[in-house]
């Protein structure tokens, strides 16, 4: 890619990575996916895995962890994968030509 190319080119990382916790920090920065989280279907699962006829209280701790463990960690992936994307996109820059791809989907923000 060349200069002329470029339309934001691009910070360090470890300037990208402040500047993604910042935004975080602030609530400016979302995780999209854990955000949609429902406690209560959380709490329902639970409930379904220790009404089982497990007698012993770590077997019922592992069921209630592997309960929590379905519904968090497919959201929790796609959530780094916004993160991964949003950091690459910071240190890799933007040509000119994206940014006016982004107008055309984003009127008024850029």
Known sequence: MSESQINFPGLETEQAIKLIIAAMNSGTLKLPFLSGLDPEA?????????????????????CELAALADQVVPLARLDALVILTFL??????VTK???ERLSFTLPGKF
Request: no cysteine; aromatic share 4%; proline share 3%.
């Open 42 to 62: 959380v709490e329902n699962e639970i409930r379904k895995f220790s009404a089982t006829s497990l007698k012993t209280p770590e077997n019922v701790r592992r």
């Open 88 to 93: 690459l996109t910071l240190t890799n820059g």
């Open 97 to 99: 030509e994206e940014a």
